[in-house]
């Protein structure tokens, strides 16, 4: 089984609609989450971290389930510029960390 | 501010051969950490330094080894080049008490 699991894909929605995207975890010790972004040929940059009291930033919001080992990411009124690839992230532990990564999942916006 | 830097964005070498990629962290940063991203892959955890030693590393077989200066920069070297080796290579740094990493645009590797 995957440390990350993520539905790879692809998801085509038109620009305006609201599209969430799943990962689970397998490592309970897993202590800190995360969601990147990685636009095409392109290093993956932070979208946000990820809290268990649910965070939101804007059109985003993130959800952690720790019972279910579980993580969401809501994109609400999609534009054409959130076509990427979303990398769901977990970290172990801090201080002696590596970031294990999904294989992401590829949103297209449709205008 | 400038980022991460890494250095070449591109390289193609032959089978066999040996390469080094170079990346220096953002200003303020002292954690570097290497991945290597296949085509339609997550990156995967490489190893990570601090304090100029290795402090942890992921699935990698010994060709793969590292090395981090002074000044906080860090070189990935790869010996004995493998098809399967072509990767995007990225580095990302980190600052003390910070959890998220920024990384670099990456290195393309590709091997003939």
């Not at chain 2, 303020?28 to 339609?40: E, F, P």
């Not at chain 2, 490489?46 to 030693?53: A, C, D, K, L, M």
């Amino acid at each position: 089984r995957k440390e990350v699991e993520q539905d790879p894909g692809p998801f085509n929605v038109p620009e305006g609609a609201t599209v969430a995207f799943n990962c689970t975890y397998s490592n309970s010790a897993s202590q800190s989450f995360f969601w990147y972004r990685q636009d095409c040929r392109k290093e993956p940059k932070l979208l946000m971290s990820v809290y268990s009291s649910g965070n939101e930033d804007g059109r985003f919001t993130a959800q952690l389930n720790r019972a279910s080992q579980y993580i969401s990411l809501l994109i609400r009124d999609s534009k054409l510029s959130d076509s990427a690839t979303y990398l769901c992230v977990v970290n172990i532990f801090f201080g002696n960390e590596k970031l294990t990564f999904g294989t992401g999942t590829r949103l297209t916006i449709i205008p | 501010d400038a980022g991460v830097t890494q250095s070449p964005t591109h390289l193609i070498k032959t089978r066999g051969q040996q390469v080094t990629l170079r990346c220096s962290p953002k200003s303020g940063h002292d954690t570097v950490s290497w991945y290597q991203q296949a085509l339609g892959q997550g990156p995967q955890f490489i190893f990570q330094y601090y304090e100029e030693e290795e402090r942890q590393r992921g699935n990698f077989p010994d060709r793969f080894s590292g090395h981090q200066f002074p000044n906080y920069s860090s070189e990935l070297n790869v010996n004995a080049l493998l098809l399967g080796d072509s990767a995007l290579y990225l580095c990302a740094s980190r600052g003390q008490g910070r959890w998220g990493y920024t990384f670099g645009s990456g290195t393309r590797l590709t091997v003939v």
